[in-house]
């Protein structure tokens, strides 16, 4: 089975300042990696998505987001947040194996302050 | 690129009644959708996997009868709520994915559920 671990469910940061969300998955073989932007009563967004290839995948609004698989991690980082960045962030794993369907972390909140 | 498009946004019914929420991909066609399910600072809970022409595959612990989905096209499916209840009041996002296996998820704006 395939589990999603977001390890902060609230990160607050100053405007401008850096930021990284911590995602850890479990899964014995390839997936698909992805994470996504929700705000405030909306559906989710597709921030960016690691299929296979370089590890350094970049999305958009500036984020990025690393794939290290001995870690088992997929990190999403911003160097400079922006007020608007403020909305909840889901990590999320892909796994053909499993029906097609895809798993989410429990979400990380970002608030960024003035 | 690819749009979902999810209505009502917003649905207030009465205990007792049912409510439906239509899904459309707007400019792909979809084999399958997926309904999830947000409650309150929570994550998405997947309730069943929508297939074009088949019977839904629904999760464990998700009532069949109490949450009907139709798949009758390509581009639209249906989650009818039956019987709505107070504690189905909730988030529902509908997602559905191009034909591609590699294709990410294109998600719904999200239908507000509240149940008097």
């Known amino acids: 089975a395939q589990s999603v671990t977001q390890l902060d469910s609230q990160v607050p940061v100053f405007e401008e300042a850096p930021v990284e969300l911590r995602c850890n998955y479990s899964?014995?073989?390839?997936?698909?990696l992805f994470w996504y932007v929700q705000y405030p009563n909306q559906g989710l967004q597709l921030l960016l998505k690691y299929l296979s290839g370089s590890t350094l995948v970049k999305g958009i609004n500036g984020f990025e987001a690393e794939f290290n698989k001995s870690q088992t991690s997929f990190h999403l980082r911003k160097p400079s947040v922006h007020i608007s960045d403020t909305a909840e962030y889901f990590c999320a794993v892909f796994l053909r194996a499993a029906g097609n369907k895809l798993t989410f972390g429990g979400g990380t909140r970002v608030l960024v302050k003035p | 690129g690819a749009v979902v498009s999810q209505h009502p946004s917003r649905v207030i019914c009465k205990s007792g009644t049912s409510v439906k929420i239509e899904c459309r991909s707007l400019d792909f066609q979809a084999t399958t959708m997926f309904w999830y399910r947000q409650f309150p600072k929570k994550s998405l809970m997947l309730m069943a996997t929508s297939n074009e022409g088949s019977k839904a595959t629904y999760e464990q612990g998700v009532e069949k009868d109490k949450f009907l989905i139709n798949h009758a096209s390509l581009t639209l499916s249906t989650l009818t709520v039956t019987s709505a209840h107070p504690e189905d009041s909730s988030f529902y996002i509908c997602?559905?994915?191009?034909?591609?296996?590699?294709?990410?998820?294109?998600f719904g704006n999200g239908t507000r559920l509240t149940v008097t």
């Open positions: 899964s014995s073989v390839s997936v698909y």
């Open positions: 997602s559905a994915r191009e034909l591609s296996p590699d294709s990410p998820l294109h």
